[in-house]
């Protein structure tokens, strides 16, 4: 079973910046694909940033410009470069690592979540 790890939530003010990070308990970059999402109370978890295991990077339109999603392999450690916050940004951020079934085959899991970190954005 794959362990994900995030850590590095905060309370900020608007126009500051955090850095999320990512552990995860193997070396999975190669054949998951990695993402961070986020939620507030009473709403649907929203997936913000992906990285796939070739490198290509897709974020969502009101994040696009101002997060970036990156990893360093050899720490088996993804992170979420958070600039220009937003009180709208604040949320619960959980990193995320997604199998194909050609990985994990027909019965296995192909999610895998973190805790969660809290991120809060004052005005």
């Known amino acids: 079973q794959v362990q994900l790890v995030e850590s590095g939530g905060g309370l900020v003010q608007s126009g500051e910046s955090l850095r999320l990070s990512c552990v995860t308990s193997?070396?999975?970059?190669?054949?998951?694909?990695m993402a961070w999402y986020r939620q507030v109370p009473g709403k649907q978890r929203e997936l913000i940033a992906s990285l796939g295991f070739g490198g290509v990077t897709q974020y969502v339109a009101s994040v696009e410009g101002r997060f970036a999603i990156s990893k360093d392999t050899a720490k088996n450690t993804l992170f979420l470069q958070m600039d220009a916050l937003k009180p709208e940004d604040t949320a619960v951020y959980y990193c995320?690592?997604?199998?194909?079934?050609?990985?994990?085959?027909?019965?296995?899991?192909?999610?895998?979540w973190g805790q969660g970190t809290q991120v809060t954005v004052s005005s």
């Open positions: 193997e070396s999975i970059f190669d054949v998951a694909t």
């Open positions: 995320n690592a997604q199998f194909s079934r050609a990985i994990v085959g027909p019965s296995g899991k192909t999610d895998y």
